[in-house]
Nanobody
Framework: QVQLVESGGGSVQAGGSLRLSCAASGRTLSRYKMGWFRQAPGREREFVAGLRWSGGSTYYADSVKGRFTISGDNAKNTVSLQMNSLKRDDTAVYYC????????????????WGKGTLVTVSS
């Protein structure tokens, strides 16, 4: 089992920045992939950014490329999401997720989820 706890959400004006963190416990993450997903009201949960510990490859949704950066600290079992140039469309609950399978980044591919942290971007 893996337990995930997100932090760092809040309210920010458009153009501002926030940094989300995800602390993992229960197992070491070296064999896992970690990702950030988000869900806005009335919309499906969607992939935002992902990291494979093995090799360190990172992946981003087109909507956040160039603005968001995912990073991880394997020794501390943490994954972060630096969000810059935030837009109103980025408003959502952001979830940290983990999975041990070598699969894609659909929400259904992820086995473990945090409870989420709310990000609100105002104009």
């Amino acid at each position: 089992q893996v337990q995930l706890v997100e932090s760092g959400g809040g309210s920010v004006q458009a153009g501002g920045s926030l940094r989300l963190s995800c602390a993992a416990s229960g197992r070491t993450l070296s064999r896992y992939k970690m990702g950030w997903f988000r869900q806005a009201p009335g919309r499906e949960r969607e992939f935002v950014a992902g990291l494979r510990w093995s090799g360190g490859s990172t992946y981003y949704a087109d909507s956040v490329k160039g603005r968001f950066t995912i990073s991880g600290d394997n020794a501390k079992n943490t994954v972060s999401l630096q969000m810059n140039s935030l837009k109103r469309d980025d408003t959502a609950v952001y979830y940290c997720a983990a999975d041990s399978k070598y699969s894609g980044w659909h929400p259904a591919d992820m086995d473990y989820w945090g409870k989420g942290t709310l990000v609100t971007v105002s104009s």
